[in-house]
């Protein structure tokens, strides 16, 4: 398991996906489904 070496480092914006890559970067990807609200489901007749 890994550790935390500095926090707040970055600022995270909804819907990204922040991870360390194999350099030791830390890389920012959008969500495929993040930072969206989930719609009101339409009620059967």
Do not use: S
């Amino acid at each position: 398991m890994g550790k935390i070496v500095v926090k707040k480092v970055i600022t995270r914006k909804p819907g990204h996906l922040y991870y360390v890559d194999g350099q030791g970067n830390v890389c920012e990807a959008v969500m495929a489904r993040g930072g969206r609200k989930k719609k009101a489901a339409k009620k059967k007749r």
